[in-house]
């Protein structure tokens, strides 16, 4: 079936620094990706939406500035988290769709703790 | 809108029991209904799904019936193990909506032996 990867599954960092997380779609081609938020022991929000080769989607409240997302291709979307704060540490999962299926396929997820 | 209402946790039963999760929904369309399952420290994986009305999805002993006059998808289980201990989402998606999801608030269930 349909494979998300993520990377990397968990990353450190000082107060400061920007950190890169990887989305990769393995055997299909991802036309719209999802990066999601999970405080624990909470549901999860939507932050944004990303289709290939366009401007991602940011649902309100999200700083765009903050958290960049690029969909360079039908295969790879990444987020990196600028300037990073300890009030960004967090569960961030990404979750990506082929053109016209149906059902979203998820990354295992990436815990970042900014210190 | 397009939401979801999901039986708030945590739910504690006891190996063999019978589990239920109840969750309602919303949708301005025809909606897809989905359970996801999150293990500890992992991201989300489909349980089940069911597009149409009246429709039964079933996995792994799961089962839940897409009921359009109560709008809802309740979860079901006739007998819970400790592998099945995890948060279960249930999702929605809409057509209209570009492939946007719309998750419950999330279910914790643990099974003790």
């Known amino acids: 079936g349909a494979v998300v990867s993520q990377h990397p599954s968990r990353v450190i960092c000082k107060s400061g620094t920007s950190v890169k997380i990887e989305c990769r779609s393995l055997d299909f081609q991802a036309t719209t990706m999802f990066w999601y938020r999970q405080f624990p022991k909470q549901s999860l929000m939507l932050m944004a939406t990303?289709?290939?080769?366009?401007?991602?989607?940011?649902e309100q409240g999200v700083e765009k500035d903050k958290f960049l997302i690029n969909h360079a291709s039908l295969t790879l979307s990444t987020l990196t988290v600028t300037s990073a704060h300890p009030e960004d540490s967090s569960f961030y999962i990404c979750s990506a769709s082929s053109s016209g299926a149906n059902v979203l396929t998820f990354g295992a997820g990436s815990r970042l703790t900014v210190l | 809108g397009n939401s979801v209402t999901q039986m708030e946790g945590p739910v504690t039963l006891s190996e063999e029991a019978f589990l239920t999760i109840n969750c309602t929904y919303t949708a301005t369309g025809y909606p897809s209904l989905f359970w996801y399952v999150q293990y500890p420290g992992e991201g989300l994986q489909l349980l089940l799904k069911?597009?149409?009305?009246?429709d039964k999805g079933s996995n792994k002993g799961f089962e839940a019936t897409y009921r359009k006059e109560t709008t809802s998808f309740h979860l079901e289980k006739g007998s819970v193990q400790v592998s099945d201990s995890a948060v279960y989402f249930c999702?929605?998606?809409?057509?209209?909506?570009?492939?946007?999801?719309?998750f419950g608030t999330g279910t914790s269930l643990t099974v003790i032996p």
């Open positions: 990303s289709n290939e080769g366009s401007k991602a989607t940011y």
């Open positions: 999702a929605l998606s809409v057509s209209n909506t570009g492939n946007q999801f719309y």
């Open positions: 069911a597009t149409k009305a009246d």
